[in-house]
């Protein structure tokens, strides 16, 4: 199995910028896709962007594309997401996942969760 640790949240004015990280340590990370979601108060988690294993296709939620990046290192084990642009619709918790699945999109997909990380985008 593999163990996931979000990092880089925080409280941000809208139109900042934020680089969230997702550390994993267990098995060989490059088995595994990665996904961000995201849960605001009172609201559903929801996908927000996702990376394939070798990094070569990645995939974003219509409300950051453009404005969030995904990227990873599998030489550091981790994902970044880089989030510019930001505004108060993105204030949420972070969570980052990973599946030896394909359909990334799909929270139900990811076996393995990291705890979270606040992200909070002032007006």
């Known amino acids: 199995q593999v163990q996931l640790v979000e990092s880089g949240g925080g409280l941000m004015q809208a139109g900042g910028s934020l680089r969230l990280s997702c550390a994993a340590s267990?098995?060989?990370?490059?088995?595994?896709?990665v996904g961000w979601f995201r849960q605001a108060p009172g609201k559903e988690r929801e996908f927000v962007s996702a990376?394939?294993?070798?990094?070569?296709?990645?995939y974003y939620a219509d409300s950051v594309k453009g404005r969030f990046t995904i990227s990873r290192d599998n030489g550091k084990d981790t994902v970044y997401l880089q989030m510019n642009s930001l505004k108060p619709e993105d204030t949420a918790v972070y969570f980052c996942?990973?599946?030896?699945?394909?359909?990334?999109?799909?929270?139900?997909?990811?076996?393995?969760w990291g705890q979270g990380t606040q992200v909070t985008v002032s007006s």
């Open positions: 996942a990973a599946t030896m699945g394909r359909g990334l999109v799909y929270a139900e997909n990811y076996g393995y």
């Open positions: 990376i394939r294993r070798s990094g070569g296709s990645t």
């Open positions: 267990g098995r060989t990370f490059t088995l595994y896709g």
